[in-house]
Every structure is written in structure tokens, then in C-alpha cells.
């Protein structure tokens, strides 16, 4: 896969900055959709014990989605929007992957309703196996 954006060029369109960045490439992306991926290191402060947390996987789907938003604003000469996680539904977490490994994460934009994005979102590893999934509700700050 081509990479649009990778490394220090991603914390441009998020909010998040090192150490707490979750995603470090941006692979494609258009109106309803985001392709992202992150290669785990081990002193990512989402590892324990050399294994990716639970909680790590959604902080990626989530930034992954701020990622798609922050894109997409400057793309049109706004300023990437600020979102908050407003739900999570139907959470599955399949497989925790290890540090090391590159997880590859896909948002769909599923629903926008004034300030609210409904989007899916799913991670998998290198082979194409599903490692977690959900639906994400994210509240965009207005300006």
C-alpha cells in the first residue's frame, strides 16, 4: 500500500501529539472512508508486557477518525476539528496484537448528524486477520 502521510506529518491533522500518538501513516482516504496504519513499538505507553492493549486498539480506531476529520478540513483550508468520543458501541476485541507488529485500521463514515459523526471502525493485522471492531460516535467541537 502507497503511504500519503506518515511519521511527525500526521500529528498535523490530530490533536494528539508524542507520546500519545496512535497512528503513524496514512495509507488512503476519501469522503466516507480512512485507511490508516501503526507500526507498535515496544515503549508505546499503550504496550504491557509487549502486547498492545485493548485500549490501544480504540485509541487508534479514535485517532484514526480524528485523523480522516483533521484531513479532510484542511483539504478544504480549515482548521482540523477537536472530537470527543461520545459512545462506543458492539466493541469487539479479537486478537491483542505484540509490539512489532503493524495493525491496519479502516473507518466508514456511516452517519453525520449536525456535530455528531457515527462512523464503523476495525483494525487488522498483517495478514488480514480482524483484531478489533466497533461503532464509534464522535461529538465534533464546533469551531
Given at each position: 500500500m502507497e503511504t500519503i502521510l506518515q511519521g511527525s506529518e500526521i500529528t498535523?491533522?490530530?490533536?494528539?501529539?508524542?507520546?500519545?500518538?496512535?497512528?503513524?501513516?496514512?495509507?488512503?482516504?476519501?469522503?466516507?472512508?480512512?485507511?490508516?496504519?501503526?507500526?507498535?513499538?515496544?515503549?508505546n505507553m499503550l504496550v504491557n508486557n509487549g502486547v498492545f492493549q485493548e485500549s490501544g486498539l480504540v485509541e487508534n480506531m479514535a485517532q484514526?477518525?480524528?485523523?480522516?476529520?483533521?484531513?479532510?478540513?484542511?483539504?478544504?483550508?480549515?482548521?482540523?476539528?477537536?472530537?470527543?468520543?461520545?459512545?462506543?458501541?458492539?466493541?469487539e476485541i479479537i486478537r491483542l496484537p505484540s509490539a512489532g507488529e503493524t495493525i491496519f485500521t479502516k473507518v466508514e463514515l456511516t452517519n453525520e448528524v449536525l456535530e455528531m459523526q457515527i462512523v464503523q471502525a476495525e483494525?487488522?493485522?498483517?495478514?488480514?486477520?480482524?483484531?478489533?471492531?466497533?461503532?464509534?460516535?464522535?461529538?465534533?467541537?464546533?469551531?
Amino acid at each position: 500500500m502507497e503511504t500519503i502521510l506518515q511519521g511527525s506529518e500526521i500529528t498535523k491533522y490530530i490533536p494528539q501529539q508524542p507520546p500519545f500518538v496512535m497512528v503513524d501513516k496514512l495509507y488512503t482516504i476519501n469522503e466516507k472512508r480512512i485507511h490508516t496504519g501503526l507500526t507498535i513499538e515496544v515503549e508505546n505507553m499503550l504496550v504491557n508486557n509487549g502486547v498492545f492493549q485493548e485500549s490501544g486498539l480504540v485509541e487508534n480506531m479514535a485517532q484514526s477518525t480524528a485523523l480522516f476529520a483533521g484531513f479532510l478540513a484542511k483539504k478544504l483550508g480549515k482548521t482540523p476539528p477537536i472530537g470527543f468520543i461520545a459512545g462506543i458501541k458492539d466493541l469487539e476485541i479479537i486478537r491483542l496484537p505484540s509490539a512489532g507488529e503493524t495493525i491496519f485500521t479502516k473507518v466508514e463514515l456511516t452517519n453525520e448528524v449536525l456535530e455528531m459523526q457515527i462512523v464503523q471502525a476495525e483494525n487488522r493485522d498483517s495478514d488480514d486477520q480482524l483484531l478489533g471492531r466497533c461503532e464509534m460516535r464522535i461529538f465534533i467541537k464546533p469551531e
